[in-house]
């Protein structure tokens, strides 16, 4: 091999130290204004100091509120189900189904034998599980209330629980006529009221984990419930979501809303 | 003499028909959210179609150009035929494959995540799939391309690599690594949820190793733009090029600047190091560099050309332009649309000013008049000077041409001037419809409406693009003189080491992606409850 050859990654290549030293230069510089310079100018503790500045520079995840008061609590209670694409899966997922049918059998005055009644109830046949897994929770907890459903819910296992929501999911939904046209409330909701449209979440657009799918369900209850987390007497929706689209809607889009829902029924 | 004509003009025919499709449901999105069309009653098939047209127009589209006009440069350039025809027809097949795959399941409503995927929306595997092919597809590209100037530096040993090759296989590279980040997302974070693997993901490392792709995938798109500027255009008006050696230092500094500045598009994004967004910050400022060597070396070969053909004075030389030759008026209008764009970029890549125009719709029309402006023209530019030399055939029809590319920078800057100003008036993006009787919106009802006007002229011009084309393959047979791409005034005898190869460029590009991302992604890598739940979309 000739020794003269010349080579790439050398020090003795003009190219390649001119390269290397101005990036190696520029990238200086530009770490040196982002991560000591510029956090320097910010007056706030958390920056004082080079290793502090550094530190909060490249996002180092620290407590930044380590030092602030804790957060204030809600003056009712609120849900604790966090709500997660995998959060039934687990211990039991064989042979649940038929332990909340048997379970069932307290639900059925009010919900029907299959799930579906003229009760004013919820129809539950089909409904998703983590939706009606939350919302007995909710009623557990307190999030929820309810004369009715807490008495009957007191002794119940979470895998009860479990079950129960498991066997409703299961069942058939009733069939359903052709759905007429959504009325814009709808379909589009008002995006400058912040109200999404109501089928973003709840079906026939799209479906988002924890909401209820709403087709055929009666429409005293439907109104009911819109009516009580516009009022705030409902709060055990997370975030709140519920209660700040409510409070937005209008009586006559309330009304729309649960006519589509129920078909008029 | 290109020998593999039917592998170019396969990929420039599919580019273009799909660009055709593409470009119909762009001009769709743009008149249902406009005034001119009531709400959408149904928001999904909006978000459908702009997942399709960004996968089109974003993924097989550019990447289908590249290829073709790759595999034409490494024929004409190095006066070889191209090595590995076989592999360059699998991945055309592939890419095929892929699309398909993708596009089927987003008709479908399963996969309405854009082409950006947004973590945490999860789709149906067949898109992620179909992306990861067309991507699979493109790398046998890039090896290709590699491969074939390797073969010829062997029998040429210290010849100077012709310059256009040069810059093509440093598209390919460009492309190899840049994708690495997409491909390290999909395979890593998103598919695993999707196939039913997990159900949480980390989204925040997740849109890290996007912004690896999504910014260079950007400069990728531009290099045949680019590549024609420097040696075709100078060529086509009859002038030479200024400095073959400013040229290539360019195209060097485009592989260099264009992987570590991806963390600009995360300004907003809370999981990231304020030192590290100045970073690439600063990265990004530096891809002026490239940029501004471009526009003066073009400016002074035009100006060549210009004085070569008498013309004499301060400015007096510009009306001694061949100003009825398409591809002078291709990169006269390139050139325009790339200004303006450019200054709007700069806005975009500063860490302050991005805050005002963040996730609106200027930066929908900063891309558009980027890339759908100064980079498609030269598509265009490059479809018409290379077709005659595929075809055998005599394109006959400038006066047709010269409307398209009116019609095109027209369209162009029509459509994205508003939307630009609807941006800064705070009008956010990725939505499928406005309120515009509300008062603090009304106001941007007129320019919404002259945007889809802009983009009616841009169906237009698609429309006769493809006409051209379509038309020349039954125009009267010619045999086209030797292609030949431009000569610059001193043509290159002998080359540093550091002209001649990219191996100095590749390695500074792979030393700067770990310096401005290898901390956050570890960090994020490491973080025990950065993972969140996923959010399936399609309907049910």
């Known amino acids: ?265 | 003499m290109i020998s593999n004509k039917r592998l170019v003009l396969a990929h420039f025919w599919l580019a273009f028909a799909v660009f055709g499709l593409a470009i119909l449901l762009g001009e769709w999105q743009m008149f249902i959210r406009s005034p001119l069309h009531g709400w959408l009653h149904n928001p999904d098939l909006y978000y459908r179609s702009v997942t399709a047209h960004g996968t089109v127009m974003g993924y097989v589209f550019p990447t289908l150009i590249a290829m073709g006009f790759g595999y034409a440069i490494t024929e004409l350039s190095l006066g070889q035929a191209l090595i590995g025809r076989r592999w360059a027809w699998a991945g055309y097949v592939m890419i095929i494959v892929g699309s398909v795959a993708a596009v089927v399941p987003v008709a479908l409503g399963l996969d309405s995540v854009l082409y950006t995927f947004y973590p945490p929306m999860i789709g149906n595997a067949f898109y992620y799939i179909g992306v990861v092919l067309v991507v699979l597809g493109s790398w046998i590209w890039v090896a290709l391309m590699g491969i074939n100037l390797q073969a010829w530096k062997r029998a040429h040993p210290g010849v100077a690599v012709p310059l256009p090759m040069f810059a093509n296989v440093a598209a390919a590279y460009l492309w190899g690594w840049t994708a690495v980040g997409a491909a390290l997302e999909l395979l890593f974070q998103i598919l695993p949820v999707a196939l039913g693997f997990s159900n949480t993901i980390n989204a925040g490392l997740a849109r890290v190793l996007f912004s690896w792709t999504l910014h260079a995938i950007v400069y990728f798109w531009l290099m045949p733009a680019y590549i024609a500027f420097y040696t075709i255009v100078p060529r086509a008006i009859g002038g030479r090029l200024y400095s073959d050696t400013m040229a290539r230092i360019s195209f060097a500094l485009f592989l260099v600047f264009s992987m570590p500045i991806g963390i600009h598009h995360l300004f907003a994004d809370p999981q990231v190091g304020s030192g590290f967004k100045f970073i690439h910050s600063v990265f990004t400022a530096m891809v002026t560099v490239p940029t501004l060597l471009t526009v003066f070396t073009i400016g002074a070969s035009v100006e060549i050309a210009a004085r070569l053909r008498g013309g004499k004075g301060v400015f007096g030389w510009l009306k001694a332009l061949p100003w009825d030759n398409p591809q002078m008026l291709a990169l006269a209008f390139s050139f325009v649309m790339l200004g303006f764009g450019g200054a709007g970029g700069l806005i975009n890549m500063s860490y302050q000013l991005d805050s005002t125009i963040h996730n609106t719709q200027w930066i929908t029309g900063h891309f558009h008049l980027i890339f759908g402006g100064a980079v498609v023209i030269m598509y265009f530019a490059i479809a018409y000077d290379l077709w005659p030399h595929l075809t055998g055939r005599a394109m006959r029809d400038l006066g047709m041409i010269r409307m398209q590319l009116w019609l095109w920078f027209v369209g162009m800057i029509v459509t994205t001037f508003p939307w630009h100003y609807v941006g800064i008036l705070g009008m956010p993006r990725r939505m499928a419809y406005y309120d515009y009787s509300a008062p603090g919106t009304s106001g941007e009802a007129i320019s919404v409406i002259m945007s889809t006007m802009g983009g009616a002229l841009l169906v237009v011009s698609a429309v006769l693009f493809l006409v051209i084309l379509y038309r020349n393959h039954s125009a009267s047979r010619v045999e086209p003189a030797p292609f030949t791409f431009s000569r610059a005034i001193h043509e290159p005898s002998s080359l540093p080491l550091a002209l001649n190869g990219l191996g100095l460029w590749v390695g500074l590009m792979i030393a700067l992606t770990i310096t401005n991302y290898a901390y956050p992604i570890v960090q994020l890598m490491g973080l025990p409850d950065a993972r969140v739940p996923a959010v399936f979309v399609g309907a049910k």
């Not at chain 1, 379970?103 to 034998?113: E, F, K, P």
């Open chain 1, 1 to 265: 091999m000739n020794a003269d050859r010349p080579r790439l990654i050398s020090l003795r290549n003009p190219w390649f130290t001119a390269s290397a030293g101005a990036l190696s230069l520029l990238f200086v510089f530009s770490a040196w204004v982002g991560f000591v310079w510029l956090p320097s100018a910010q007056d706030d503790a958390l920056f004082k100091g080079l290793l502090n500045a550094i530190c909060s520079a490249a996002g180092a995840p620290r407590a930044w509120l380590g030092e602030a008061s804790p957060p204030v609590p809600p003056k009712a209670p609120v849900s604790s189900v966090v709500l997660t694409p995998g959060m039934l899966e687990g211990a039991s997922a064989g042979g649940s189904i038929g332990r909340g049918a048997t379970l069932a059998l307290r639900c059925t005055m009010c919900h029907g034998a299959r799930g579906v009644s003229a009760a004013n109830t919820p129809n539950l046949a089909g409904q998703y599980a983590p939706s009606i897994y939350k919302e007995l929770r909710d009623f557990q907890s307190g999030a929820r209330t309810s004369a009715i459903m807490v008495p009957m819910l007191a002794g119940l296992g979470d895998q009860d629980l479990r079950d129960l929501s498991a066997y409703y999911a299961a069942l058939p939904r009733d069939s359903a006529p052709e759905m007429y046209p959504a009325p814009d409330i709808v379909a589009t909701g008002s995006p400058m009221r912040n109200i999404a449209p109501c089928e973003s979440c709840h079906g026939a657009m799209a479906t988002k984990l924890g909401a209820p799918w709403l087709a055929l369900q009666p429409r005293e209850y439907l109104k009911s419930q819109l009516e009580a987390f516009a009022g705030g007497s409902r709060h055990n929706d997370i975030s709140a979501q519920m209660r700040n689209i409510a409070r937005n809607m209008t009586p006559d889009e309330i009304n729309a809303a649960a006519s589509y829902y129920t078909q008029n029924r």
